[in-house]
């Protein structure tokens, strides 16, 4: 799915289709008769939190983007598209909006569309920040102090234990499997086949501080 009208414009969700073509009521008019189809979105990003896939990157790509509804997409170009998503996913971090409640959070609910998804509990990012604050539990930095307030309460939160090795439903505690981290931090985190430790990456970073 791709947002076409305001700024940042780009691709902001993935899915499938789960239903055959049906007609219904056009939204504008119960007058007329449209075609639709049910779709499951294993991806939705909001562009006042996570990078887009917007338009600038994909210009390599010789596709019309701009269009006014659904558009058909050649193997090839879908290809590219899949390339270009599959990296955005892996450096951005997709969290819902932050609520903090006092409760057994359960996490990791799967699915498996093209690639392997685990759902995040929307209450854990906010129960980990109240307790541990938003400094980088690697590298220290404080957004709020290096930007003023462009920074303040902007961070990742990190699984100690990533869900996609987990491969389950499991009970989530915040306070022992969350820790705030910086997006260079949690981008090195899952450079390696096995995610490392917070304990090795620190002393990765401050060996190679000199």
Known sequence: MIRLGVQPKGIVASGYVDSKPFKEQHFRSDKKFTNYIKVKFDCILDSEFNNILEIEYLSDIKFQWFAQSAKTISDSVAKKIE????????????????IIDNKTIYEGSFSKVLVNKYERNPEARQICLSQYGYSCSVCSINFENVYGDLGKKFIHVHHIKP????????????????VPVCPNCHAMFHRSQNTLSISKLREILNRNKQ
């Open 163 to 178: 869900l996609s090795e987990i491969q389950e439903t499991y009970i989530v505690n915040p306070l022992t499997d969350l």
């Open 83 to 98: 390339i270009y998503w599959t990296e955005l996913a892996k450096s951005s971090s997709i969290y819902p909006n932050e």
